[in-house]
């Protein structure tokens, strides 16, 4: 059961359900307590089965908890100490000398104190057997030893052998224990798997921030490759073009000087345009001419042509001037700070440190796991050898019984034994004495004294032929007979002294029978003159007396009880009951039993039998319900005053729609019941009033209501 009950807290918390549930239970009482060793035994012996039980707030949240447990098809049965209806007696006693409350060697968890209280508080330790009988007897109070000797207040006494290696607390407080260790080791694996995780995510990040790193650091080093290829390619072109640089310039130079010529001499030739050539020239010195006319403008667009791929060699050559100066070195410059910010090296060493740690961490982890899964192992194992010596208690209680029936078969037996062994060893003794009285007289010793012993040894012989004879002769009857006869002397005498007990038991019944009758007969008078005289005055006009039903349907009252007893022999066993003759108008020919009476006037004898027996045997309190409920009206006031009365003497707790019973109280309690659950406080009389006439309008309302609806 408690463990269908544990599986079942278990699944509302994961359900997140029943949360109310959850919080108003406690656990067992084994689980909220605690104790010496010393006082293992005596704890166990006093709590017995209720070690087990499950403490919970209230009443409400064991049938919750019940109904829970039915209908989710638990096995076993469950018991429940509810808080809030726990009857918790106090123990003011101490200062005995030998004893202790058992309480006091107790400690508890302050919400499981009321059950603690009601299962211990009444409870004394003792230092022997003896002074726990004294004190159950001089206290009224339960007692137990450190043996788990047990003496009830009623007298009952409890005990025997009791194997302190089997003890409900030790296991509780082992598995207590190993539960600690569990959570702690629960604990550090939580508090190692959170930082393994931590680990984990922060290895994720800097081997992802790595891998980030690396790809840059890897396309920066494709660009740096690509320019520094760039560059190489740039340099190269580069110096082509100083190298040929000076060689070009003196062709420049060496053109700037021939077209410096070819300018001078076009204009010495521009001048001598001006003039006809052709009467001055010969034909030779005009196809000169022509043909050097032909190689000036040949020439020139040669000139043209290397002054253009000049201009193109100079842009070229500004222009890689230029893209040498503004992105390769800048470019050389950014890689070689990207490179010198990675650190790549470190970054490696700290991803391997962190690889270290992680491993360490994963080893510590699988230990912790097996160590888990160890005390796991050892929990299980606890748990089926407390099953097991939970069994093996059971049945030792059941050897106990079994052994404690046998012991008492045996003593019984023992008791026949012993009588028996009494009269065998009687019996020996009187054989012993007879086989003494036997002997040889002195008479026939001094006969054969001076016979032979051969000759003796052949009268034996012959003797013992001649007794052969009389075999069949009874050889015992006169010890038979001397010990019938003794018997019968004894059953004699037993039966005289059993005759004469006899005589005193049937004086003493009838002495007994005696008093009883008068006790009766004081007892009835008493009890019947109250009666009339109650009755009388809560019914002034009416008359009521007591009679005594014979078997034979005759009834006696008081007088006619005594004049029988004194005139004639009366016995008890004749009356059959008591019966009660009123009349409320005064006429005694009028007289009616109880099954003639409406309701009314049934409370009315009734209270009037019952304050009667108060007169007669005063008890402490008495406790009414609603007394006024059924009563005539005129009869209300009267039952208040007689109430009234009787309250010098005697408590009396009340309840009542009325008004009429109100006016006399000392100490008045309102009841309201509001969402199903029932409460009291404390009022003053005027509020009781008030309520008292809420509740009599309401109702005179309800009747005028119905009585409207049933005219119509």
């Known amino acids: 059961g408690t463990d269908g009950l544990q599986r079942l807290l278990r699944q509302f918390a994961d359900e997140n359900r029943n949360q109310d549930i959850i919080n108003g239970y406690h656990g067992t009482l084994i689980e909220n307590i605690e104790c010496d060793p010393a006082f293992y035994t ?32 638990q096995r076993g049965e469950i018991h429940f100490l509810p808080l809030n209806v726990l009857d918790v007696q106090n123990n003011t006693l101490s200062n005995i000398t030998g004893a202790s409350p058992l309480i006091d060697q ?104 790595l891998q980030r790193e690396d790809m840059k650091s890897k396309k920066n080093w494709d660009n740096y490759e ?70 000036v403008e040949k020439i020139t667009q040669e000139l043209k042509e290397i002054i253009r791929k000049r201009v193109e060699l100079e842009g070229t050559k500004t222009r890689l001037e230029h893209q040498v100066a503004n992105n390769y070195r800048k470019n050389r410059e950014q890689i070689n700070t990207e490179l010198e910010r990675m650190h790549v090296e470190n970054v490696r060493s700290v991803i391997e440190e962190l690889e270290r740690e992680y491993a360490i961490l994963s080893d510590k982890l699988n230990e912790h796991e097996k160590q888990t899964d160890a005390i796991d192992r050892i929990i299980n194992n606890l748990d089926k050898e407390l099953k097991t010596k939970q069994k093996e208690l059971e049945k030792f209680k059941n050897s106990d019984r079994d052994i404690d029936e046998h012991i008492n ?22 054989s012993t004495k007879r086989q003494n009285d036997i002997g040889v007289p002195p008479d026939g010793l001094d006969k054969y004294r001076d016979i032979p012993i051969k000759q003796l040894q052949r009268d034996l012989d012959r003797a013992i032929i001649e007794l052969k004879k009389y075999a069949h002769v009874n050889k015992k009857a006169l010890d038979q007979f001397l010990q019938f006869s003794d018997e019968r002397d004894k059953l004699t005498n037993r039966k005289a002294e059993i005759d004469e007990a006899h005589r ?30 109650v009755f009388k ?8 007396h007591l009679v005594i039903k014979k078997g034979d349907n005759e009834d006696y009252d008081s007088e006619q009880v005594s004049s029988q007893s004194s005139g004639q022999q009366m016995s008890v066993d004749d009356f059959t009951g008591v019966g009660i003759k009123v009349s409320f108008n005064g006429r005694t020919n009028e007289m009616r039993d109880m099954q003639q009476l409406s309701g009314g006037q049934k409370s009315l004898v009734a209270l009037a039998l019952i304050f009667s027996i ?23 006031n009267a039952v208040a005053d007689m109430i009234n009365e009787l309250s010098q003497k005697a408590q009396f707790i009340i309840t009542t729609f009325g008004p009429d019973l109100l006016k006399y109280g000392d100490k008045f309690y309102g009841i309201t019941y509001r969402n199903k659950v029932s409460q009291i406080r404390s009022v003053t009389r005027e509020e009781a009033m008030e309520f008292v006439e809420d509740n009599e309008a309401q109702n005179q309302a309800a009747q005028t209501t119905t009585t409207t609806t049933t005219t119509t």
Not at 109 to 120: M, N, T
Not at 150 to 155: C, D, I, L, P
Not at 412 to 426: C, F, G, M, T
């Open 42 to 73: 005596a704890v166990e012996v006093i709590a017995g089965n209720r070690l087990n039980y499950h403490i919970v707030d209230s009443d409400v949240v064991a049938t919750r908890l019940v109904k829970e447990f039915n209908a989710s098809r």
């Open 106 to 209: 107790l400690q508890w968890v302050p919400k499981a104190e009321r059950a603690v209280r009601h299962v211990f508080n009444r409870i004394m330790l003792c230092e022997d057997f003896n002074a726990a009988t004294r004190t159950a007897r001089q206290y009224d109070v339960d007692c137990v030893t450190l043996d788990g000797d047990q003496v009830q207040r009623k007298g009952a006494l409890t005990g025997g052998y009791i194997d302190k290696k089997v003890s409900r607390l030790e296991l509780q407080r082992s598995i207590k224990q190993l539960r600690s260790t569990l959570n702690e080791y629960e604990k550090e694996y939580e508090k190692l798997r959170s930082e393994i995780l931590n680990t984990d995510n922060e290895y994720n990040n800097v081997m992802t921030e």
């Open 226 to 295: 690509q320019m520094k290829s760039d560059a190489k390619h740039l340099q190269s072109e580069l110096d082509r073009i100083v190298t040929h640089r000076p060689g070009k310039e003196r062709q420049l130079n060496a053109l700037i000087a021939t077209i410096e010529q070819f300018c001078a001499k076009e204009e010495s030739l521009q001048s001598e345009l001006g003039s006809d050539l052709v009467s001055q020239l010969t034909m030779e010195e005009q196809s000169t001419v022509d043909r050097l006319n032909d190689t």
């Open 409 to 430: 078969e045996e003593k019984r037996n023992s008791d026949k034994y012993e009588v028996k062994l009494r009269n065998a060893q009687n019996k020996l003794d009187e």
């Open 504 to 533: 005193h038991i049937v004086d003493l019944i009838e002495s007994l029978d005696n008093k009883r009758f008068e006790t009766i007969q004081f007892t009835f008078k008493q009890v019947s003159l109250y009666f009339t005289e």
């Open 537 to 544: 005055r809560l019914v002034p006009e009416g008359t009521a």
């Open 614 to 636: 108060q007169k007669c045997d005063p008890a402490p309190f008495y406790l009414f319900d609603e007394i006024d409920q059924a009563l005539d009206p005129q009869y209300r």
